[in-house]
């Protein structure tokens, strides 16, 4: 069965950055749509980052640009989220998704902004003070 395991996850402080990892397992397609969303407490799940493994193609909520990085290593099946210059706003718990046997970039795009990827993981937490 499909599995994503998040890792990465800590406390930093302001203008630090840290970097999550999602290795994904238990499908084997090439063109896949994976993603990062956040939730903090009381708020609601917002997508953060996604990236159509078929081409590399990447997608931004636009609070995110120019400070966070998604990016994949096909060979590992893992995607990672790059954060930088983190802010106590990003303080929440960051998923990994994942939708195999997505055919386009836009179909990607498509299922972040709408938050409906197949797979889901537990987790993992970053805090920011």
């Known amino acids: 069965h499909v599995q994503l395991v998040e890792s990465g996850g800590g406390s930093v402080q302001a203008g630090g950055s840290l970097r999550l990892s999602c290795a994904a397992s238990?499908?084997?397609?090439?063109?896949?749509?994976m993603a990062w969303f956040r939730q903090a407490p009381g708020k609601e799940r917002e997508g953060v980052a996604g990236i159509y493994t078929g081409d590399g193609s990447t997608y931004y909520a636009d609070s995110m640009k120019g400070r966070f990085t998604i990016s994949q290593d096909n060979a590992k099946n893992t995607i990672y989220l790059q954060m930088n210059s983190l802010k106590p706003e990003d303080t929440a718990m960051y998923y990994c998704a994942a939708s195999p046997g997505v055919f386009s970039p836009s179909r990607c795009t498509t299922a972040v902004v709408g938050g409906r990827l197949s797979y889901w993981g537990q987790g993992t937490q970053v805090t920011v003070s």
């Open positions: 238990g499908y084997t397609y090439n063109r896949n749509c």
